[in-house]
């Protein structure tokens, strides 16, 4: 069973940056996609941002060209890096691990993940 561990949040002003690290308990590198997602209260996890085994990325359209998914495989740790960062973008922020994708988009999906850390939070002040 894989653990995650989820670090880096933190309250920020409008504009500015934070890294969010996601260290897992065993080597994810060739084994397991891991994405970010973050949540709201009242809402359902939305998806972020994901890291594939062969280095690739994908991102939510709302996030992309501010926020960049990248991997450590010596550290297993897999880091989200967010910059110009809105007040639309607190949230509590959670990676995740997955090795199966029935569908070509279920990436998108939390539902498809196996693996959780506890999440740490965001707050963006204007």
């Known amino acids: 069973q894989v653990q995650l561990v989820e670090s880096g949040g933190g309250l920020v002003q409008a504009g500015g940056s934070l890294r969010l690290s996601c260290a897992a308990s065993?080597?994810?590198?060739?084994?397991?996609?891991v994405g970010w997602f973050r949540q709201t209260p009242g809402k359902e996890r939305e998806f972020v941002a994901v890291?594939?085994?062969?280095?690739?990325?994908n991102y939510a359209d709302s996030v992309k060209d501010r926020f960049t998914i990248s991997r450590d495989n010596a550290k297993n740790t897999v880091y989200l890096q967010m910059n110009s960062l809105k007040p639309e973008d607190t949230a509590v922020y959670y990676c995740?691990?997955?090795?199966?994708?029935?569908?070509?988009?279920?990436?998108?999906?939390?539902?498809?993940?196996?693996?959780w850390g506890q999440g740490t939070q965001v707050t963006v002040s204007s």
């Open positions: 890291s594939w085994t062969s280095g690739s990325a």
């Open positions: 065993e080597r994810t590198s060739s084994r397991y996609v």
């Open positions: 995740a691990a997955a090795s199966y994708f029935p569908l070509t988009d279920s990436y998108l999906r939390a539902i498809t993940y196996r693996y």
